[in-house]
Nanobody, 115 residues
Framework: QVQLVESGGGLVQAGGSLRLSCAAS????????MGWYRQAPGKQRELVAD???????NYADSVKGRFTISRDNAKNTVYLQMNSLKVEDTAVYYC?????????WGQGTQVTVSS
């Protein structure tokens, strides 16, 4: 059974930083496309960034230059380093694993950026 557990969310002032972590189990982590999505109140869930098993990354335009996704295949963990946070980054952030069309989600972690 796939399990994704996020941690690292919290309250931070605009301009600050947070690092999210997602620990995975029940999957062959190294070959999964891992990603971070977010959903703000009243909005659809959107892709923030993803990273392939080989380390190729993809970012939403709104976070390019501020966020960095990385993975440690030995620890079955994917990270999202978020710098220069803005109020509009406030959302629930979800970890995702995708392999052969099957997607799994974590329970989400709240990130709140205050002005």
């Amino acid at each position: 059974q796939v399990q994704l557990v996020e941690s690292g969310g919290g309250l931070v002032q605009a301009g600050g930083s947070l690092r999210l972590s997602c620990a995975a189990s029940g999957i062959i982590f190294s070959i999964n496309l891992m990603g971070w999505y977010r959903q703000a109140p009243g909005k659809q869930r959107e892709l923030v960034a993803d990273i392939s098993g080989g380390g190729r990354t993809n970012y939403a335009d709104s976070v390019k230059g501020r966020f960095t996704i990385s993975r440690d295949n030995a620890k079955n963990t994917v990270y999202l380093q978020m710098n220069s946070l803005k109020v509009e980054d406030t959302a629930v952030y979800y970890c995702s694993a995708l392999l052969s069309g099957d997607r799994s989600w974590g329970q989400g972690t709240q990130v709140t950026v205050s002005s």
